[in-house]
């Protein structure tokens, strides 16, 4: 079965420092990747995706995320962060011919401080 | 192009209570999913209606169900309510059901049991 890890549950970042968010995967055949961001009381926004090809993607809002295959990692960073990144940030693995969507990982809160 | 829409975004339901959750996926997008997101339980994938028909379904009880009309709009109901259905319900649409494609999601609706 395919599943997603988030390795760290909250993390702070000076406003204006770099981020790298992790993500593990666990898939039988090449993934389908995503981030989404949540901020509070808000639904999931994507901020970008992974089918194939590049194994950099850039996404909305400054983020990027490099698939590795070999770590199976997917994680995500930005350059420089601004307090407006301050959410949850949701790595998710699908969709697949089973009977799920979407698995995603357990989150990362994201702390920004001035 | 507007995007997915969840109605209500607020209610509050008593035990052994029913509810229902109205979902407009966005203009085109015929695949439509529901998922719960709960603290303790993170985003658990509830199921999947394409062109009316159920495709995918989580591992939720009976108690959760849904429809999926011809203008792709979807509903999920819930029956006899427990405490333990207090999270935020968001739904999602993408153009079909193949793998791959683009999963966007709504605002969500957060339901309180008491």
């Known amino acids: 079965a395919q599943s997603v890890t988030q390795p760290d549950i909250h993390i702070t970042v000076s406003e204006g420092a770099s981020l790298e968010l992790r993500c593990n995967y666990s898939?039988?055949?090449?993934?389908?990747l995503f981030w989404y961001v949540q901020s509070p009381g808000q639904g999931l926004q994507l901020l970008l995706k992974y089918f194939s090809g590049d194994t950099l993607v850039q996404g909305i809002k400054g983020f990027e995320a490099e698939f590795k295959r070999s770590q199976s990692s997917f994680n995500l960073r930005k350059p420089s962060v601004h307090w407006s990144d301050a959410a949850e940030y949701f790595c998710a693995v699908g969709p697949n011919f089973g009977n799920e969507k979407l698995t995603f990982g357990t989150g990362t809160r994201l702390t920004i401080i001035p | 192009k507007a995007g997915v829409t969840q109605t209500p975004r607020y209610l509050i339901k008593t035990r052994g209570q029913q509810v229902t959750l109205s979902c407009s996926p966005i203009s085109g997008h015929r695949s439509v999913s529901w998922y719960q997101q709960t603290p303790g339980q993170g985003l658990q994938f509830l199921f999947e209606y394409f062109s009316e028909t159920q495709r995918n379904k989580g591992n939720f009880p009976g108690r959760f169900s849904g429809r999926q009309f011809s203008n792709s709009r979807s509903e999920m109901n819930v029956s006899t309510l427990e405490l333990g259905d207090s999270a935020l319900y968001l739904c999602a649409s993408s153009l079909t059901f193949i793998s791959g494609n683009t999963i966007y999601f709504g605002e969500g609706s957060w339901l309180t049991v008491v």
């Open positions: 898939y039988g055949a090449t993934p389908y």
